[in-house]
């Protein structure tokens, strides 16, 4: 099995940068790009199937040891296909080094009900789904599965809200991790491979700790 402390190995990529470049190097390795469902209520009856589905398509490799709970695994060969990275982002570590411990790996989260994921940092206030107004106090105004908007008096499920990709609310994700809001986006071939794996559609979102 492949061990996480080989030299390291890294990729160059380029782009526009979102941001200023000392704060995406004191943040690197807090921050995870995340994909889940479009349907909050949706989970994988057969977990080792559906990830040896994802390693089929390439998105990743094979699994390596860690104390937590959910799973890790690898960057698969065709990781830089499915992910574009946007900005200027630091080179892409691919494994662990003596002096860094902080690199690109994907972890699968499933949850006996749906939780929803959002940052605490650069947050954005949800969108209710009925007058589009941002609820700024919603963490008050939220249940386990509901958001009350005081502009138009509406409580809405939360997946209904426009949480414009700073949160997601499902059972099953797919944290891909070091990787700063913006720096980089998932391909649509990937949602496609998704979408056709599941039977359900995807979307993507950032987390920032």
């Given amino acids: ?9 890294t990729i160059p990529v380029p782009s526009i940068c979102p941001t200023d470049p000392a ?3 004191s943040t690197h390795g807090q921050n995870s790009l995340y994909l889940c469902p479009k349907q909050a209520d949706f989970s994988v009856d057969d977990l080792p199937a559906f990830i040896h589905a994802l390693q089929t398509t390439g998105l990743i490799a094979e699994k390596f040891e860690t104390q937590q709970t959910c799973q890790h695994y690898f960057t698969g060969e065709k990781y830089l296909d499915y992910i574009a990275y946007m900005g200027c982002a630091p080179s892409v ?3 662990a080094s003596n002096d860094k411990e902080n690199f690109c790996f994907i972890k699968i989260h499933q949850h006996s009900m749906a939780q929803l994921v959002h940052s605490q940092k650069q947050a954005r206030a949800p969108h209710c789904p009925r ?5 700024k106090n919603w963490l008050d105004k939220k249940t386990t599965s509901s958001i009350h908007c005081d502009s138009c008096n509406n409580t809405s499920d939360i997946e209904r809200f ?6 997601g609310y499902a059972q099953l994700f797919i944290e891909i991790t070091d990787i700063f809001p913006r720096e980089a986006i998932p391909q649509q071939s990937l949602l496609d491979k998704l979408s056709n794996i599941s039977g359900v559609d995807w ?5 920032c700790q």
Avoid: G, H, L, S
């Avoid at 099995?1 to 190995?9: I, N």
């Avoid at 007058?131 to 609820?135: D, G």
């Avoid at 979307?203 to 987390?207: D, E, V």
């Fill in 23 to 25: 704060v995406i190097t």
């Fill in 93 to 95: 570590q691919f494994e």
């Fill in 1 to 9: 099995m492949k061990k996480a402390a080989k030299p390291e190995r």
């Fill in 162 to 167: 426009n949480w414009r990709k700073m949160a």
């Fill in 203 to 207: 979307q993507y979102f950032y987390y």
């Fill in 131 to 135: 007058c589009n107004k941002p609820v």
